[in-house]
């Protein structure tokens, strides 16, 4: 008896959607919104607040959130023992310590990507002693290490604190970029542009760089969080610049004058919660990069 065999019906090309973006990521986009967040407080804040009130005995002293008893609606997060509004020194210390971290590990991510490239892609003697120098300070406890220069240092402003975490800044971001220029140069399109003689700059530049972007910026976002974090551990110690209101200071003057005993939790709450918000904002950033850069990570089959 013959059969009838009926051939499948062809798979429906799938319509293209606008929002299937790769670069659409939640994670990327509530994290960017997040530190947006803190951006725009920075830049629209003293435009609708008087931020003057950041300096000392400029508020009534330790008045409690506007919510709580004997709170003012005039101070809305409170004021502290040394006569500072503590939404000033949030819309002035947020943005401070961020822009800390953005410029130390700016400075450490321009440093590791001339190392990493130019070791990844010469190799030889050069890659040998990129890799023994690096290796050499990711042993170095850094935190150590930056509070004895730190407490040498006389005068310490936002940038400076942001150089001296960059001396620290930038070993990370060096092995990284070296391990994916060591598999990218073994791939087909960089030999054959090799055997067209394009220079070893077009190479790294033209060829390599657009394919480790969204590495680069992931490796961006961790040590910009790493570098608020030494930053606020600095500035809790009483080593970081004291004419600039930050969060870390912000936390040292309170345990200095020992909120947590005098129950005085909106003097060191509020800039621990701003620190996690600023963290998980760069976290998610950083996890939402690593999905773009790697597909499997979004459950895309290769």
Do not use: H
Request: glycine fraction near 8%; avoid cysteine; charge should be positive.
């Amino acid at each position: 008896m013959a059969t009838i065999t009926t051939q499948p019906k062809l798979a429906q090309a799938r319509r293209f959607n606008r929002w299937d973006s790769p670069w659409l990521n939640p994670k990327l986009l509530i994290g960017a919104t997040m530190i947006l967040v803190v951006v725009v407080m920075g830049v629209v804040g003293p435009l609708v607040y008087d931020v003057t009130r950041a300096r000392a005995a400029q508020v009534p002293l330790n008045l409690p959130p506007y919510w709580m008893p004997k709170g003012t609606i005039k101070y809305p997060l409170g004021t502290e023992s040394n006569g500072r509004d503590m939404l000033a020194l949030i819309i002035t210390g947020a943005p401070t310590s961020l822009s800390v971290g953005v410029i130390a590990a700016g400075v450490g991510l321009l440093i590791g990507s001339l190392l990493g490239f130019s070791a990844g892609l010469l190799g030889g003697w050069w890659d040998d002693v990129v890799r023994t120098i690096t290796d050499s300070i990711l042993t170095i406890p850094s935190l150590a290490v930056l509070i004895v220069i730190a407490s040498f240092v006389r005068q310490i402003d936002a940038n400076t604190m942001a150089l001296l975490l960059a001396l620290f800044a930038w070993p990370g971001p060096t092995r990284l970029i070296r391990s994916q220029v060591l598999t990218l140069r073994e791939r087909g399109f960089i030999r054959m542009a090799r055997l067209s003689g394009s220079s070893t700059i077009s190479i790294m530049f033209r060829e390599m760089l657009p394919n480790l972007l969204p590495w680069l910026a992931a490796s961006f976002a961790g040590n910009v969080s790493a570098a608020i974090l030494a930053a606020s551990s600095l500035e809790a110690l009483g080593l970081g610049p004291s004419r600039v209101p930050t969060l870390g200071m912000t936390i040292f003057y309170a345990i200095r004058s020992a909120a947590v005993l005098r129950d005085m939790w909106w003097w060191w709450g509020f800039p621990i919660l701003t620190l996690v918000i600023i963290f998980t904002g760069l976290f998610m950033i950083a996890t939402g990069l690593d999905e773009i850069a790697n597909p499997r990570l979004r459950g895309v089959k290769e």
